[in-house]
C-alpha cells in the first residue's frame, strides 16, 4: 500500500486547507486511513480516522473545523479543514490500517501499518 499526501500550505489564522492522500497498491485488506501530524518537538498525533464503514473519528482538538471524507473512485480521502489556527501549525501524515482496528485506537499511531510522505501545513497568527 503506497500513499501520497499533499495540499499543504501557508495560510492565515482563520482560513482554511484541503489535504489529499492518494491510496495505491493491495488496497483490498486497508480498514482504515487516518491524518496525523508533527509539530517540532512534538509526538506524532492522531488528527482524523475514517473508517472502512464511513465511520470517522476526530480529535478533540479539531472537531467542528476538520471533516474527513473519501472518494473510492479516486482512491482518495481528504481532510478538509477550516478555522485554522496557529497551533495546527505541523507536517500532517496520511497511513492506512490492514486489519480491523478497535474504535478505541483509532486515532493512535501505533495501529497504522503503512505512511506516506508528510506535507507541511504552517498557520500564521
Known amino acids: 500500500v503506497q500513499l501520497q499526501a499533499s495540499g499543504g500550505g501557508l495560510v492565515q489564522a482563520g482560513g482554511s486547507l484541503r489535504l489529499s492522500c492518494v491510496v495505491s497498491g493491495s488496497t483490498f485488506d486497508v480498514h482504515a486511513i487516518g491524518w496525523f501530524r508533527q509539530a517540532p518537538g512534538k509526538e506524532r498525533e492522531g488528527v482524523s480516522s475514517i473508517t472502512s464503514y464511513v465511520s470517522t473519528y476526530y480529535a478533540d482538538s479539531v472537531k467542528g473545523r476538520f471533516t474527513i471524507s473519501g472518494d473510492n473512485a479516486k482512491n482518495t480521502v481528504y481532510l478538509q479543514m477550516n478555522s485554522l489556527k496557529p497551533e495546527d501549525t505541523a507536517v500532517y501524515f496520511c497511513?492506512?490500517?490492514?486489519?480491523?482496528?478497535?474504535?478505541?485506537?483509532?486515532?493512535?499511531?501505533?495501529?497504522?501499518?503503512?505512511w506516506g510522505s508528510g506535507t507541511q501545513v504552517t498557520v500564521s497568527s
Open positions: 497511513a492506512a490500517r490492514a486489519g480491523s482496528i478497535l474504535r478505541l485506537w483509532v486515532l493512535s499511531p501505533t495501529e497504522y501499518d503503512y
